[in-house]
Every structure is written in structure tokens, then in C-alpha cells.
């Protein structure tokens, strides 16, 4: 059994709160504030009473969490779905993209994120390169 712990810094919101993961063949066993993070000892980081920090393993683990794509098997509303490859489902969305940029032009495509906190900086990325100027977020405003 290996049983590692390792430094982690979280990426759910802005505080970027610092964990240490426990962790036994690769999966995740548990999370604990970091005491080394520089902010400890001050009301800073709430992790203790974070809906992130304690819900991580379920976000991870749960069992109706999807880990693969799926794509419609019946008519619309029908809730009938079939499992499909990553491979698959990249060059069906690329395709069809490619589909309506060429068609209508690439501001057919709009897209909202949030306040730029965690990883959401790729939405803004992505649309530049599909050449879309149509990215809002709170900035924006």
C-alpha cells in the first residue's frame, strides 16, 4: 500500500487555500489545512468550514459523478444516453464547431465565466482562438 502525502494548494476559489492530501495507491483519503501555509494561526484559511474542502472526496468519488462522456440515444428529453470515447466526443464537438464558425462566423459562439478565481481564464483563452470576441464575465460590467 503506498501511502503518500503531499502539498496541494486548492483551486476551487480565490483564497487558494493550501491542503495537505493524503492519499494510498493514487486515490485521495483525506485533507487537512496545511499548518505550514504562512497564513495559519490567523482567522485565515477557513478551511475547516469550506463546502469545497469538505466536500471533496464526494466530488470525487461519488458515484453518479460522470468520468466519461456520454451522447444523446434517443430523442431529445428522453434522458437516454450512450457512453462514447474521449476521442470521439472532441471530434464530434470540433466538428461541429468548425460547422458553425464557418456558417455563421465565429461570433456565433458567446460565453460567460465567472470572476476569473480558478481556472476559468481558459474560457477566455478558448474563445480567442475560435475567434470570437463574445466572452462576458464580471470584468466586463
Request: glycine letters at 8%; proline letters at 8%.
Amino acid at each position: 500500500m503506498a501511502r503518500e502525502v503531499k502539498k496541494a494548494v486548492c483551486e476551487f476559489c480565490n483564497p487558494r487555500c493550501r491542503h495537505l492530501v493524503y492519499s494510498e495507491n493514487g486515490r485521495l483519503v483525506k485533507m487537512e489545512p496545511d499548518p505550514s501555509d504562512p497564513r495559519s494561526g490567523q482567522i485565515w484559511p477557513p478551511t475547516k468550514a469550506c463546502p469545497r474542502f469538505i466536500g471533496t472526496k464526494e466530488f470525487m468519488y461519488h458515484p453518479d459523478r460522470l468520468s466519461f462522456p456520454l451522447k444523446r440515444a434517443g430523442e431529445k428529453g428522453e434522458g437516454k444516453w450512450k457512453q462514447i470515447s474521449w476521442e470521439q466526443a472532441f471530434d464530434e464537438i470540433a466538428q461541429r464547431l468548425g460547422e458553425l464558425r464557418e456558417k455563421y462566423g465565429a461570433e456565433t459562439l458567446a460565453c460567460h465565466s465567472g470572476t476569473y478565481r480558478t481556472t476559468e481564464w481558459i474560457h477566455g483563452r478558448f474563445m480567442n482562438l475560435f475567434g470570437s470576441p463574445n466572452h462576458v464575465n464580471p470584468g466586463n460590467v
